[in-house]
């Protein structure tokens, strides 16, 4: 079993920048070769939405194109850490961040996929 805690939100006015941290326990993921992790999120009326993913042992990664280029995705192995630096943020990008985990072997953009799943963390973009 995975546990994962978000954490690292808050308000920041338009153009700011903010990094979201996802602490993972339970397993670890260097023990587990096929484990990649992403955030997504979701705004109000909203479906939820990939944002990025990466491969927690070969440190690949996928952004959206939404956010390709003012996001990064990254991850301290050895902490079990997951982090979301967000630079350049819009009004459009306020949400619910939530950080998720999957073992498929492969970088994934559906969230259907994803086993484990935290709680969320709100960020606000005020203009």
């Known amino acids: 079993q995975v546990r994962l805690v978000e954490s690292g939100g808050g308000l920041v006015q338009a153009g700011g920048s903010l990094r979201l941290s996802c602490t993972a326990s339970?397993?670890?993921?260097?023990?587990?070769?096929?484990?990649?992790l992403a955030w997504f999120r979701q705004a109000p009326g909203k479906e939820r939405e990939f944002v990025s993913a990466?491969?927690?042992?070969?440190?690949?990664?996928y952004h959206s194109d939404s956010v390709k280029g003012r996001f990064a995705i990254s991850r301290d192995n050895a902490k079990n850490i997951l982090y979301l630096q967000m630079n350049g943020l819009k009004p459009e990008d306020t949400a619910v961040y939530s950080c998720?985990?999957?073992?498929?072997?492969?970088?994934?953009?559906?969230?259907?996929?994803?086993?484990?799943w935290g709680q969320g963390t709100q960020v606000t973009v005020s203009s």
């Open positions: 998720a985990a999957t073992n498929k072997g492969r970088l994934t953009t559906v969230r259907e996929e994803y086993d484990y």
């Open positions: 339970g397993r670890t993921f260097g023990t587990f070769s096929r484990y990649s």
């Open positions: 990466i491969s927690w042992i070969t440190g690949s990664t």
